[in-house]
């Protein structure tokens, strides 16, 4: 029931356009690395395209109708933009939701230490991650120190090509004997990914001189002490661009894709539509790869009170209302999928398996032994998404995480259709998922886009 491999369907313009959306993409990957430079980032393009700051909105009492374009920040790791039809807002929102973290090595509260003279930084990993596979390899360092008067200090060191980087070092082959009888999830243990930041001593007499040199240098570079790393958000991420890959230039392949390849396709997609009948929202959140939890992940009230916020703007307030508007609403939870590799074929189901260059992909239940944590799609719903999606010729496909009893996961979707709305997953295949560097089709990227588009015009309850 594969369709035809979207590369063969294409035009000059097709592939020019292609090529300028997968341009864009990668800069996004490039300058965002962590959750708040990607909302910094999103911010930055909707303020440009018209979008309008919720918050200040509210503070100034001003009113929001049909046609206005509106956005709303959360501890500046989660972002809503909103896109107001010519429907009643209670007839409900089309949906894209996304999330921006991805997994990393996260710097301790009290990370710096040296031994025989070498420094690191204690770190713990974020998400589910192959261990092996974060160390030597070239590393950078993003984020915030914020100090006791308030100011907040960005970091980013090893991503100019003048930087320094950092990494994380693994035990000769030499000496590897036992290490290598190990199983893989314990081949590197969690405790053991720290990451190297310096072997330089200030002098031979300092008890501890590198230590005392790096904290030199973050105090004269930065102006922070010691004790401001307690209150700083520092994420280890392999350094480097987003890269073109394959002879023929086919593939993307950068760290971050899962999720960061559907949050930019939702956001391209919000940006570029330019009338909405039925009013329009993406959501791009925190904290899924943990769960979905805390003050910036899916599981808290974030949306739902924005929602509430922007029904007030509109004379709509009331949780009957409120209830109503998210009842009534669909959504693609823009999350990636497993593309088939046929290096591991056995894991893979692959009539039901997404394969690369067949566009973008829906996931009708996730899950894992038995849909155990699963959102399972509508057959109502998925037949009218086809129908919208044929529509506007784009090209899709369907299929699952692996073989049933060998793996799975989860997405937002579930947390979104406890109000009861219609969810549905879908996004891109990606090659070496949570992997330090990962690897999408340049031509779902761009059937995605398509459809994140064509959904946000056409969905209809």
């Known amino acids: 029931m594969k369709d035809k491999n979207a590369w063969t369907t294409y035009d000059k313009a097709a592939e020019a356009e292609l090529e300028a959306l997968c341009g864009k993409y990668r800069r996004f990957l490039d300058q965002g690395k962590t959750e708040r430079e990607c909302v910094a980032l999103i911010r930055a393009a909707a303020e440009e395209a018209g979008y309008r700051d919720l918050n200040s909105l509210v503070k100034e009492?001003?009113?929001?109708?049909?046609?206005?374009?509106?956005?709303?920040?959360?501890?500046?790791?989660?972002?809503?933009?909103?896109?107001?039809?010519?429907?009643?807002?209670?007839?409900?929102?089309?949906?894209?939701?996304?999330?921006?973290?991805?997994?990393?090595?996260?710097?301790?509260?009290?990370?710096?230490?040296?031994?025989?003279?070498?420094?690191?930084?204690?770190?713990?990993?974020?998400?589910?991650?192959?261990?092996?596979?974060?160390?030597?390899?070239?590393?950078?360092?993003?984020?915030?120190?914020?100090?006791?008067?308030?100011?907040?200090?960005?970091?980013?060191?090893?991503?100019?090509?003048?930087?320094?980087?950092?990494?994380?070092s693994d035990l000769l082959i030499h000496l590897a004997a036992s290490q290598m009888d190990k199983k893989a999830r314990v081949v590197i243990e969690g405790e053991a990914l720290d990451v190297v930041v310096g072997s330089r001593p200030l002098s031979e007499e300092e008890k501890e001189g590198t230590k005392e040199r790096i904290l030199s240098l973050l105090k004269e570079q930065y102006g922070i002490e010691e004790d401001d790393l307690w209150s700083a958000e520092l994420e280890v991420v392999p350094a480097g661009t987003a890269r073109d890959a394959g002879l023929d230039r086919s593939m993307i392949m950068a760290y971050g894709?899962?999720?960061?390849?559907?949050?930019?396709?939702?956001?391209?997609?919000?940006?570029?539509?330019?009338?909405?009948?039925?009013?329009?929202?993406?959501?791009?959140?925190?904290?899924?790869?943990?769960?979905?939890?805390?003050?910036?992940?899916?599981?808290?009230?974030?949306?739902?009170?924005?929602?509430?916020?922007?029904?007030?703007?509109?004379?709509?307030?009331?949780?009957?209302?409120?209830?109503?508007?998210?009842?009534?609403?669909?959504?693609?939870?823009?999350?990636?999928?497993?593309?088939?590799?046929?290096?591991?074929?056995?894991?893979?189901?692959?009539?039901?398996?997404?394969?690369?260059?067949?566009?973008?992909v829906f996931n009708k239940f996730t899950g894992a032994r038995g849909k155990s944590g699963s959102n399972d799609a509508n057959a109502e719903y998925l037949g009218r998404l086809r129908q919208v999606l044929r529509a506007q010729d784009v090209r899709f496909q369907s299929a699952e995480l692996g073989k049933v009893d060998v793996g799975g996961g989860g997405t937002i979707a579930y947390i979104m259709s406890l109000y009861g709305m219609e969810v549905v997953d879908s996004g891109v295949a990606v090659l070496n998922m949570h992997a330090p560097f990962e690897v999408t089709s340049k031509a779902d990227i761009f059937e995605t886009y398509k459809g994140y588009k064509a959904f946000l015009r056409g969905m209809h309850r």
Not at 108 to 118: A, R, S, V
Not at 145 to 168: A, L, M
Request: hydrophobic content about 40%; glycine content about 8%.
């Open 61 to 168: 009492g001003k009113s929001v109708a049909a046609g206005d374009k509106v956005y709303a920040v959360n501890m500046g790791k989660m972002v809503s933009l909103f896109h107001i039809g010519s429907d009643p807002m209670q007839e409900g929102f089309n949906i894209l939701g996304a999330h921006i973290d991805s997994p990393r090595l996260d710097v301790k509260q009290n990370p710096l230490y040296e031994d025989t003279q070498i420094a690191y930084l204690d770190t713990h990993y974020y998400g589910g991650i192959k261990k092996y596979q974060w160390v030597t390899i070239p590393m950078a360092i993003h984020g915030v120190v914020v100090k006791t008067d308030g100011t907040s200090v960005p970091i980013c060191i090893g991503e100019d090509e003048n930087d320094p980087v950092v990494f994380v």
């Open 257 to 360: 894709q899962d999720d960061r390849v559907c949050a930019y396709t939702s956001l391209q997609a919000m940006l570029d539509v330019e009338k909405v009948k039925r009013s329009a929202c993406t959501l791009l959140v925190d904290k899924e790869e943990i769960g979905s939890v805390g003050a910036t992940g899916m599981q808290s009230r974030f949306f739902e009170n924005t929602v509430a916020e922007l029904l007030a703007l509109m004379g709509e307030g009331g949780d009957l209302a409120l209830r109503r508007t998210l009842a009534r609403s669909t959504m693609l939870s823009s999350d990636v999928s497993a593309a088939y590799d046929p290096v591991y074929a056995a894991k893979f189901d692959k009539k039901n398996a997404a394969l690369m260059g067949y566009g973008m």
